[in-house]
């Protein structure tokens, strides 16, 4: 009878067990730069020799009044470069909506209907930048940079290029800005419910994909445009909103606010905040980040005296400093996280 041999076999190698932890936590996190950068700079302007004068009731309120406008049309932005695509006019819808809210209350109607109204506006100038920009292929950049002198001009046409005070009155104008903290409020219920849309709904996972590899998405069954076209809507939205919860809080519809000013800010508020400008990945809670860092900024500035025109140049560095910086953590994730 033949002796068998034993035969000896090697298991296949096991996958390596995916790092957990704290850090690795923290590593997974695309806020996270833009997070230490604003603790570091909250620390800095909080315990330098202006603390006393930074840490105040009065003092956060205007930090506030700097940030919030700008993490709501950020809100929308950062979805919009998450879809590979780029809204220039929002800061001059942010303009543009409570002048047409006064031109439907001057024709009569009631003020919530005139402020239904003006939001509904709102949304129709990103449904038609969204259309030009999907039916006719044309660049997103040259669509709401038209739109934004389009609506400048009618703004001042509008207003006839003078300010006016908002018709809100009441518990809808605490609502709408009146409210010391409203607008803070609303900056919040937005971001949250961006990122919760953002990372927990099918619409966050198509907007990814229609940024990330558009022909690939519309392969997979997404409809890309429309995706881009809600999107577009959306920011529109949040900007006519903000452009109303501000200059209600400010208590004068003004012709010369916003503008590309607003615009950049809340760009910017997006960039800083770890979302990629080619589109595919973002973090909305990261713009919110962004606008606060961006506000503290200034604000500090303000109070230690430095020139305004060095908060411009400030801002060039920093966006340009936190695109290094993620790119820096994302090589960190595909050392660590693999």
């Not at 990103?126 to 739109?147: A, E, P, Q």
Request: with cysteine; aromatic share 10%.
């Amino acid at each position: 009878m033949a002796q068998q041999t034993p035969q000896l076999t090697r298991s296949a190698p096991s996958a390596p067990a995916a790092r957990t932890g704290f850090g690795t936590g923290l590593l997974r996190r695309r806020e996270l730069s833009i997070v230490l950068v604003t603790i570091a700079a909250f620390a800095y302007f909080s315990l330098g020799s202006y603390g006393s004068a930074f840490n105040t009731t009065n003092n956060y309120h205007i930090i506030m009044q700097y940030f919030a406008p700008w993490a709501i049309i950020a809100a929308g932005e950062s979805m919009l470069l998450i879809c590979g695509e780029i809204d220039l006019s929002a800061g001059f819808t942010y303009t543009f909506v409570p002048f047409v809210m006064m031109a439907f209350y001057n024709q009569g109607l009631d003020v919530p209907l005139s402020l239904v109204l003006a939001i509904l506006v709102s949304m129709g100038i990103g449904l038609v930048n969204g259309l030009i920009r999907t039916v006719f292929n044309l660049s997103s950049f040259i669509t709401t940079l038209g739109m934004g002198f389009f609506l400048e001009g009618m703004t001042y046409i509008q207003s006839n290029a003078e300010p006016t005070p908002p018709p809100l009155t009441g518990t809808l104008a605490d609502v709408l800005g009146g409210w010391r903290w409203s607008e803070l409020v609303w900056a919040l219920l937005i971001i949250v419910l961006m990122q919760v849309a953002l990372s927990y709904t099918k619409y966050g996972v198509y907007a990814q994909a229609a940024g990330g590899n558009p022909l690939s998405a519309a392969e997979s069954g997404i409809k890309v445009n429309r995706v881009k076209v809600a999107t577009f809507m959306l920011t529109s939205l949040f900007a006519g909103l903000a452009g109303i919860v501000d200059q209600v809080r400010v208590g004068s519809f003004d012709p010369t606010s916003g503008g590309s000013q607003m615009m950049f800010m809340a760009v910017a508020a997006a960039v800083i905040g770890g979302t990629a400008l080619l589109g595919g990945s973002g973090t909305v809670i990261g713009a919110l980040f962004g606008a606060v860092l961006l506000a503290i900024i200034q604000n500090g500035f303000t109070l230690t005296g430095v020139n305004a025109y060095a908060f411009d140049v400030v801002i060039g560095v920093a966006v340009v400093a936190a695109m290094l910086l993620n790119v820096y953590i994302s090589s960190l994730r595909r050392k660590y996280l693999r």
